[in-house]
């Protein structure tokens, strides 16, 4: 069975201290692991998609990182328009289109 | 700009009232997907579909039926709504392959009094 663990649960930082959020997972052959940003009251938009261990790929001040047991979410000089829930997901080679999600982390990005 | 589109942002229903959500996605896409959203309990799939008129459980189908007729639309309907069905729920869809993720709808926030 998939698995997928955000640390930390929520996180506070200070306009411009730069931060990264953890997605631990167990996966039996993964083919894709994805990133999305949820405000509050809305639905998830995607981030980004990383498929094998040593991509990366960035967007504004956010860049998603892959190793083959863990992916990080690194938040450079956040704002707080950056404030948002982060979810992780796992689509694992179990032949389902399922992903497995995480619970997320809370980031709050003080002025 | 590609969409998920739910039918309503809000909706507030009485206990034993029949409720349909309504999803539209206009990317052509082959799956798709409802989960509920609740604090402390993350996402929890309701039920999904990979093809029209195809419906495939998911964690949690109790209370809860399906209706997917044209590829566009799934529709998730409450059969006899509970208090414990209070929830966000979403919508989402994704193509055939695992190349993409998930695009998802903005949410229906449902209160059962």
């Known amino acids: 069975e998939d698995q997928v663990t955000q640390s930390p649960e929520a996180l506070r930082l200070q306009e411009g201290e730069s931060s990264s959020l953890n997605c631990s997972y167990t996966?039996?052959?993964?083919?894709?692991l994805f990133w999305y940003r949820q405000d509050p009251g809305k639905g998830p938009e995607f981030l980004f998609t990383?498929?094998?261990a040593g991509e990366e790929k960035e967007k504004e001040r956010l860049k998603a990182t892959l190793t083959k047991k863990e992916s990080f979410l690194h938040i450079t000089a956040p704002k707080p328009e950056d404030s948002a829930t982060y979810l992780c997901?796992?689509?694992?080679?179990?032949?389902?289109?399922?992903?497995?999600f995480g619970r997320g982390t809370s980031l709050i990005v003080h002025p | 700009d590609v969409k998920v589109t739910q039918s309503s942002r809000y909706l507030v229903k009485r206990t034993g009232e029949k409720v349909f959500l309504e999803c539209v996605q206009d990317?052509?896409?082959?799956?798709m997907f409802w989960y509920r959203q609740d604090p402390g309990l993350g996402l929890r799939l309701i039920y999904f579909s990979y093809d029209v008129k195809m419906k495939e459980k998911g964690d949690i189908p109790e209370g809860y039926s399906v209706s997917r007729e044209k590829k566009e639309r799934f529709s998730l309907i409450l059969e006899s709504a509970s208090t414990n069905q209070t929830s966000m729920y979403l919508c989402?869809?994704?193509?055939?392959?695992?190349?993409?993720?998930?695009?998802f709808g903005s949410g229906t926030r449902l209160t059962v009094v």
């Open positions: 989402a869809s994704s193509p055939l392959g695992p190349a993409g993720g998930y695009t």
């Open positions: 990317m052509d896409h082959e799956n």
């Open positions: 997901a796992v689509l694992g080679s179990g032949g389902s289109y399922i992903p497995t």
């Open positions: 996966v039996s052959g993964l083919r894709g």
């Open positions: 990383l498929y094998s």
